[in-house]
T-cell receptor, first 115, second 113 residues
Framework: EPEVTQTPSHQVTQMGQEVILRCVPISNHLYFYWYRQILGQKVEFLVSFYNNEISEKSEIFDDQFSVERPDGSNFTLKIRSTKLEDSAMYFC?????????????FGSGTRLTVV | AQKITQTQPGMFVQEKEAVTLDCTYDTSDPSYGLFWYKQPSSGEMIFLIYQGSYDQQNATEGRYSLNFQKARKSANLVISASQLGDSAMYFCAMRGDTDKLIFGTGTRLQVFP
């Protein structure tokens, strides 16, 4: 079964450093997302991406965050200057299409720890 | 605005028994989809079951079924014949006219022998 692949599975970084989280969505999917889950809390929407541009972003997704699809397969989330409160599990997801009947396929997540 | 409410932070069930995890939602969108995901301790999000707002029948997938009551705006997940491997966090989520999936706060299910 096709899957969404995320790397790395764990990342530890120092406060103020830049991190790039990588994702390979399912090949025929057109919509891409990043979500985050602070430990023990709910899953929060960060950003959606379609046709090489951001289609929606949340209040969390401030200027420190950016997304990119540098080639035909990768989808990345960059945090420019990490803060302690960025420590969370970050999930990439993809969807074949927009519309209420289409679910997301999630990757296994990247656990980011900022020290 | 869309909202998902899961009022049970934790549930216990004995192996082989059935359990119902509650989910209520609020939306003004005429059509929407409701999803349940399982998150084991390893952290990944596993899709379990989907219910469309216009579906006449309740969704079923193996041991999972969704008790959809549109007038009450509820979409409860029923797990029949619980197994030890069902111990996990369960999230109800909704996708409406906006593209994003909105999640509830989750219910931690513990299955004991």
């Amino acid at each position: 079964e096709p899957e969404v692949t995320q790397t790395p599975s764990h990342q530890v970084t120092q406060m103020g450093q830049e991190v790039i989280l990588r994702c390979v969505p399912i090949s025929n999917h057109l919509y891409f997302y990043w979500y985050r889950q602070i430990l023990g809390q709910k899953v929060e929407f960060l950003v959606s991406f379609y046709n090489n541009e951001i289609s929606e972003k949340s209040e969390i997704f401030d200027d420190q965050f950016s997304v990119e699809r540098p080639d035909g397969s990768n989808f990345t989330l960059k945090i420019r200057s990490t803060k302690l409160e960025d420590s969370a599990m970050y999930f990439c997801a993809s969807s074949e299409a927009a519309g209420v009947t289409y679910g997301y396929t999630f990757g296994s997540g990247t656990r980011l720890t900022v020290v | 605005a869309q909202k998902i409410t899961q009022t049970q932070p934790g549930m216990f069930v004995q192996e082989k028994e059935a359990v119902t995890l509650d989910c209520t939602y609020d939306t003004s969108d005429p059509s929407y989809g409701l999803f349940w995901y399982k998150q084991p301790s390893s952290g990944e999000m596993i899709f379990l079951i989907y219910q469309g707002s216009y579906d006449q029948q309740n969704a079923t997938e193996g041991r999972y079924s969704l008790n959809f009551q549109k007038a009450r705006k509820s979409a409860n997940l029923v797990i029949s014949a619980s197994q030890l491997g069902d111990s996990a966090m369960y999230f109800c989520a909704m996708r409406g006219d906006t593209d994003k999936l909105i999640f509830g706060t989750g219910t931690r299910l513990q299955v004991f022998p």
